[in-house]
């Protein structure tokens, strides 16, 4: 019976071992040099069984949003959560209005990765945040360079953030 349940055990992990949640506290503190800013937000990522990533992007007292991205830490973009210069269904995304609730909502796939992470996969990304190595970064108009940024780490939760 304990062979039988290892071999369950080990035929599960591989599903349990790619998922992963990750976590980014978005303030104009975060930033070099510093933004004086009352914006917060909240950017959080999931790694499902798929191979890909989900992750949901919310703010607070933030307008003007130009662009929001996850980064390496010396700033290099490695994949685009909002683009407001797309436009869906006739209208642009960039908001008007100081936001207080969703930014953006998305699915991250291998294709979407950019500069260093082309070419890569979603396991990539994710080892790139285990260790600390990635930003999220919101543009306004008002901070071209970025308003709110934070570190992605790992998360604590145990249920899904997304």
Known sequence: MSLGILTISLISMPVFAQQANFIASLSGQNLSPKVSTAATGTAKFNVGPDGNMAYVVDGKNIKGIIGAHIS???????????????????????????????????????????????????????????????????????????????AVTPSTTQKQPI
Do not use: C, W
Request: proline share 4%.
């Open 72 to 150: 390496l830490k010396n700033g290099t973009d490695v994949a685009q959560v909002f683009n407001p210069y797309v436009e869906i269904n006739g209208k642009s995304g960039i908001p008007t209005g100081e936001v207080n609730g969703q930014i953006s909502k998305g699915v991250i796939t291998a294709n979407d990765l950019s500069g260093p992470l082309s070419g890569k996969t979603i396991t990539d990304l994710a080892n790139l945040m285990k260790n600390n190595s990635i930003n999220v970064v919101i543009r306004t108009q008002g901070h071209e360079n970025g308003e709110i940024q934070g």
